[in-house]
């Protein structure tokens, strides 16, 4: 994922601003998102799940990423996320806004061996 990487849902936006490593590789990834709704305003305090999963394979990873705020409004940091093995992974973040309802966005990339 790089700074051009954007997913939309319903009514929120999440937006890639950071990775590391990048782009994505086998192991532990941090990533650096931003969550806006669907008229660019920031959403802080959202409850964001995140769920890396291999499609081809149909399984996901055994470590739960953790999710903390970030330095600016609307701005989160997921470490954790175990990509354990190469391959098409999926990492869906179902985001809920305070107060509003979840709403799963979708990002789609390859992990090299």
Same mark, same amino acid.
């Given at each position: 994922?790089?700074?051009?990487?954007? !997913?939309?849902?319903a009514?929120?936006?999440?937006?890639?601003?950071?990775?590391?490593?990048?782009? *994505?590789a086998?192991?532990?990834?941090?990533?650096?998102?931003?969550?806006?709704?669907?008229?660019?305003?920031?959403?802080?305090?959202?409850?964001?799940?995140?769920?890396?999963?291999?499609?081809?394979?149909?399984?996901?990873?055994?470590?739960?990423?953790?999710?903390? *705020?970030?330095?600016? !409004?609307?701005?989160?940091?997921?470490?954790?996320?175990?990509l354990?093995?190469?391959g098409?992974?999926?990492?869906? %973040?179902?985001?809920?806004?305070?107060?509003?309802?979840?709403?799963?966005?979708?990002?789609? %990339?390859?992990?090299?061996?």
């Amino acid at each position: 994922p790089g700074a051009e990487d954007v !997913a939309i849902g319903a009514a929120v936006k999440v937006t890639f601003v950071d990775a590391a490593p990048a782009p *994505p590789a086998k192991g532990s990834n941090t990533f650096t998102v931003d969550v806006t709704d669907d008229m660019g305003q920031p959403i802080d305090g959202a409850a964001i799940d995140v769920k890396p999963f291999m499609p081809d394979h149909g399984h996901g990873a055994s470590v739960t990423p953790t999710v903390k *705020p970030g330095a600016k !409004a609307g701005r989160y940091l997921i470490d954790q996320i175990e990509l354990f093995m190469p391959g098409g992974w999926e990492i869906t %973040f179902t985001v809920t806004p305070s107060g509003g309802a979840a709403d799963p966005v979708k990002f789609t %990339f390859c992990v090299d061996g």
